[in-house]
Structures are given as C-alpha cells and as structure tokens.
Nanobody, 124 residues
Framework: QVQLVESGGGLVQAGGSLRLSCAAS????????MGWFRQAPGKKREFVATTDRSGGGTYYADSVKGRFTISRDNAKNTVYLQMNSLKPEDTAVYYCAASPNFYSGGQQTLYDYWGQGTQITVSS
C-alpha cells in the first residue's frame, strides 16, 4: 500500500504559476503510474495529467495541455505538477493518485490510491 500527500497549493493570480508535489510513502513510487486529478466546486472530479512508471510517457487533458507539466523523481518518491499560465477555471482541489499499472491514462477507476487533495485558487 502507498500513502500520498500533496503540497504546494494556494492562492495565485491569473497568469501565475504553481508547482504541486505529491510525496509517496509505504512503497516505492516506481511501482506505480501516477496521475493528477481535480475537482471544482459542484463538479465531478476530472483527469488532469498522468505519467507512466518510468516518467517517459505522459498524457494531458486538453484543458491543460501546453500549460501544465507532470514529472516524477522516483529516487525522491515524488511526483510534480508544474502549472503555468493559470486561469480562474483551474480553481479546484487537486489530487494525486497511484495506479499499479505501468500506464493508466485518465481512467480514475484504475487508480487505487489517492491523496487528500490540495486547494488551488486562481483569482482573476
């Protein structure tokens, strides 16, 4: 079993940047594909970005493509989400998640472990 803890959330103005971190404990992160998801108030949780176990393969939601970058440092057991050119519609609670598959894409049901989430608020 793996435990995930997100950090790096906060309040930022539109056009600004933030970097989220997801630290894993319990098991080595290299065993898991990792994803970032988000849930805005009154909306369903949605896929943001994912990386395979090695970090060589990534995939993004169209809404964040070109602005967000997912990366991982398996030696540090940490996954990151660099968010640039933030927009008010990016406001949400962001969750990291781990899947035992090599790659799981954006399908939430394939992710077995979830962090508690971190709030991102983008002001206009």
């Amino acid at each position: 079993q793996v435990q995930l803890v997100e950090s790096g959330g906060g309040l930022v103005q539109a056009g600004g940047s933030l970097r989220l971190s997801c630290a894993a404990s319990g098991r080595t992160l290299s065993r898991y594909a990792m994803g970032w998801f988000r849930q805005a108030p009154g909306k369903k949780r949605e896929f943001v970005a994912t990386t395979d176990r090695s970090g060589g393969g990534t995939y993004y939601a169209d809404s964040v493509k070109g602005r967000f970058t997912i990366s991982r440092d398996n030696a540090k057991n940490t996954v990151y989400l660099q968010m640039n050119s933030l927009k008010p519609e990016d406001t949400a609670v962001y969750y990291c998640a781990a899947s035992p598959n090599f790659y799981s894409g954006g399908q939430q049901t394939l992710y077995d472990y979830w962090g508690q989430g971190t709030q991102i608020t983008v002001s206009s």
